[in-house]
């Protein structure tokens, strides 16, 4: 809890409450350790689901769910004709995920509509807290699905009609769980959206900064490359008859790597994923999949390095004596968020002497398809070491409650304007 004189002007969120909400989420869907592996539309994220429409409705919000499953709870305002503040952003999380990545933003959001009731305080424009379906894309790819289908981003049909390893389709589990809503939201319905999430990177720390205002996204690029060779024995075929698909894809992870510390610190290079047939003892691989993926704060950067990773593949082929293809290519992010809640944030962190900088995000977000609709802003609170996508991610009051303050403040100043 923040104590200070400095505050006494501000609105304050019970934090003590918001870390018993966040320590029931953290026992729904556990995964390895200390970790969540709450993935979307399973079980778990049923349950998590039903918990928070319980805890919506108690505080006397009226939910609605729509077609993808996003969930909206809305705090009524005092003027019915403005557009809704909205506040949130994901409850599902990675295979071996932690217990903060999206669920900080979705329930410090309710924590605001607790404040705001125990207060007794109406603001203008109604207040929403919503929970966007799939942000993970661990299970049901891409990510960042629900958000994309409520802007239109992506096409509703094609959104439900998306599967899992397993061939079963989006909109049957979403349909399992009961989270296929009727309602679909107009998307230019909104006023604007706010979302506060865990940094995902070690710089508030390092700084000992306790906000993180996101101006904006780095850009990110990336690709599906196939290469095809042919199975083979690994003991009598000769070293000059192979055509080792593993040689190639090893070849090209090597080389992504160091673009990566080419263009280091400020640029990052991966290949997260690598499929590989028929991936068995003494098998020579016929084909892999590798997943390439770079991202840069200066778009011309990030086309830059983009340009080398595809440029390295035919070089990687022919030294394998293998052939290869990009199956898919994608870009995202490169965008900023509106300036005047960008300003508002700022304003008001600087107001209650809440320790902050403007940075930039490097992972991808609900908020950048909000931003596509919307006057969209993100607020980012420290976590430790930056670990992330981990079982092991942490937070601490100390240095969370105070962005979830600003966050509160932000949003109460927006939706009574
Ligand atoms: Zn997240």
């Known amino acids: 809890?923040?104590?200070?004189?400095?505050?006494?002007?501000?609105?304050?969120?019970?934090?003590?409450?918001?870390?018993?909400?966040?320590?029931?989420?953290?026992?729904?869907?556990?995964?390895?350790?200390?970790?969540?592996?709450?993935?979307?539309?399973t079980d778990g994220d049923k349950e998590m689901r039903d918990v928070f429409v319980r805890w919506c409705r108690e505080a006397g919000c009226t939910v609605t769910v729509d077609p993808v499953g996003n969930i909206f709870a809305r705090r009524a305002g005092a003027d019915p004709r403005q557009k809704a503040v909205l506040v949130g952003s994901h409850l599902d999380t990675q295979i071996a995920g932690g217990k903060y990545d999206g669920i900080l933003g979705v329930l410090s959001g309710l924590e605001i509509i607790r404040t705001l009731n125990d207060?007794?305080?109406?603001?203008?424009?109604?207040?929403?807290?919503?929970?966007?379906?799939?942000?993970?894309?661990?299970?049901?790819?891409?990510?960042?699905?629900?958000?994309?289908?409520?802007?239109?981003?992506?096409?509703?049909?094609?959104?439900?009609?998306q599967t899992d390893q397993d061939g079963v389709a989006f909109g049957s589990e979403l349909a399992r769980i009961g989270y296929?809503?009727?309602?679909?939201?107009?998307?230019?319905?909104?006023?604007?959206?706010?979302?506060?999430?865990?940094?995902?990177?070690?710089?508030?720390?390092?700084?000992?900064?306790q906000v993180g205002i996101v101006t904006g996204s780095f850009t990110s690029f990336g690709a599906e490359v196939e290469f095809r060779g042919e199975n083979a024995h690994a003991g009598p075929t000769l070293m000059r008859d192979r055509k080792d698909a593993l040689v190639a894809a090893a070849l090209l992870v090597a080389k992504v790597s160091e673009i990566g510390w080419n263009?280091?610190?400020?640029?990052?290079?991966?290949?997260?994923?690598?499929?590989?047939?028929?991936?068995?003892?003494?098998?020579?691989?016929?084909?892999?999949?590798?997943?390439?993926?770079?991202?840069?704060?200066?778009?011309?950067?990030?086309?830059?390095?983009?340009?080398?990773?595809?440029?390295?593949?035919?070089?990687?082929?022919?030294?394998?004596?293998?052939?290869?293809?990009?199956?898919?290519?994608?870009?995202?992010?490169?965008?900023?968020?509106?300036?005047?809640?960008?300003?508002?944030?700022?304003?008001?962190a600087a107001e209650m002497d809440v320790p902050h900088r403007h940075m930039l995000s490097a992972a991808g977000h609900d908020a950048y398809h909000v931003a596509t609709v919307a006057p969209t802003v993100m607020i980012f609170t420290p976590c430790r070491g930056g670990v992330t996508h981990n079982e092991n991610e942490h937070i601490e009051p100390s240095y969370t409650v105070p962005g979830v303050n600003v966050l509160l403040n932000a949003v109460v100043r927006r939706a009574n304007s």
Request: aromatic fraction near 8%; glycine fraction near 8%.
């Open 1 to 41: 809890m923040v104590a200070s004189a400095t505050l006494r002007n501000f609105l304050e969120v019970n934090g003590e409450r918001l870390w018993d909400t966040l320590a029931v989420s953290g026992r729904i869907g556990p995964g390895k350790s200390t970790g969540l592996s709450r993935l979307a539309l």
């Open 119 to 161: 207060l007794d305080m109406t603001t203008r424009h109604p207040i929403e807290v919503v929970c966007w379906t799939n942000e993970e894309g661990v299970r049901f790819q891409p990510p960042m699905l629900g958000a994309g289908a409520f802007a239109g981003v992506h096409d509703l049909d094609w959104a439900l009609g």
């Open 180 to 209: 296929a809503g009727p309602e679909r939201r107009d998307p230019t319905d909104i006023d604007s959206y706010f979302e506060l999430h865990i940094e995902q990177g070690p710089v508030l720390e390092e700084e000992g900064l």
């Open 263 to 348: 263009f280091a610190p400020k640029g990052r290079a991966t290949c997260a994923r690598l499929s590989i047939s028929p991936n068995r003892y003494g098998i020579i691989a016929d084909r892999t999949e590798v997943t390439v993926d770079v991202r840069h704060p200066d778009v011309a950067e990030a086309e830059n390095m983009y340009r080398r990773a595809i440029d390295a593949i035919p070089g990687a082929a022919q030294l394998a004596n293998v052939q290869a293809s990009v199956k898919k290519q994608w870009k995202f992010g490169g965008l900023n968020f509106d300036t005047e809640l960008v300003n508002l944030i700022r304003t008001v």
